[in-house]
């Protein structure tokens, strides 16, 4: 079974533009969640993703959004980009369903850098 | 709010030798428990997860029980190998579809 797959893998942008990062989960995943990677604050969730609805959402501006399609395939996009949200972006699936559990693990994605010069 | 506390590192160890990485908790429920794994330009794998009190979760040589009394999840490794060098996470799930990751802990072996 292939694994989470994220395009691009690696991207270089100017303060004040915006970028799309996109995730494939693993096929029969319908739970994606996006994460952001910093040397200072960690790991730290950004938005979780089930049948094309938010379910719940870290504490990140408006800036950054998210959807979901109907084959669950996910974009991220953040807007106005500013020097502090150069980062490694991580993408993960499970098969956490409708109903709240917590036993599913996430599988995470190869992640994409962005770089904000 | 929910958290999740690990050992400050860098680790650093000698081939063979014992491992071991202090993780606590703290949160309002009943969490599931994760050990993620994360080699040098990669994402995170899943090391070991233990999902109830006293569940023990094992994988690859490393282990880890947890201990509701205690609210900890400690990993451990008997014998660790230059492979093992990577960052480790603890992490805890509620129901509420995300996970939270401990700083994370660098682990150097040295052959």
């Known amino acids: 079974k292939a694994g989470v797959t994220q395009t691009p893998r690696y991207l270089i942008k100017t303060r004040g533009q915006q970028v799309t990062l996109s995730c494939s989960p693993i096929?029969?995943?319908?739970?994606v969640s996006w994460y952001q990677q910093t040397p200072g604050q960690g790991l730290q969730f950004l938005f979780e993703?089930?049948?094309?609805?938010?379910?719940n959402k870290g504490n990140f501006p408006g800036r950054f959004s998210g959807r979901q399609f109907s084959n669950s395939r996910s974009e991220m996009n953040v807007s106005t980009l500013e020097l502090g949200d150069s980062a490694l972006y991580l993408c993960?699936?499970?098969?956490?369903?409708?109903?709240?559990?917590?036993?599913?693990?996430?599988?995470f994605g190869p992640g994409t850098r962005l770089t904000v010069t | 709010g929910d958290s999740v506390t690990q050992m400050e590192g860098p680790v650093t160890l000698s081939e063979e030798a014992f491992l071991t990485i202090n993780c606590t908790y703290t949160?309002?429920?009943?969490?599931?428990l994760f050990w993620y794994v994360q080699y040098p330009g990669e994402g995170l794998q899943l090391l070991l997860k233990a999902t109830k009190a006293d569940d023990k979760g094992s994988n690859k040589g490393f282990e880890a029980t947890y201990r509701k009394e205690t609210t900890s999840f400690h990993l451990e490794k008997g014998s660790v190998q230059v492979s093992d060098s990577a960052v480790y996470f603890c992490a805890l799930s509620l129901n509420d579809y995300k996970l939270s990751f401990g700083a994370g802990t660098t682990v150097t072996v040295r052959a």
């Open positions: 993703y089930f049948s094309e609805t938010q379910r």
């Open positions: 993960a699936s499970s098969l956490a369903g409708p109903m709240g559990r917590s036993s599913y693990e996430q599988y």
């Open positions: 096929s029969g995943h319908r739970s």
């Open positions: 949160a309002t429920g009943y969490p599931s």
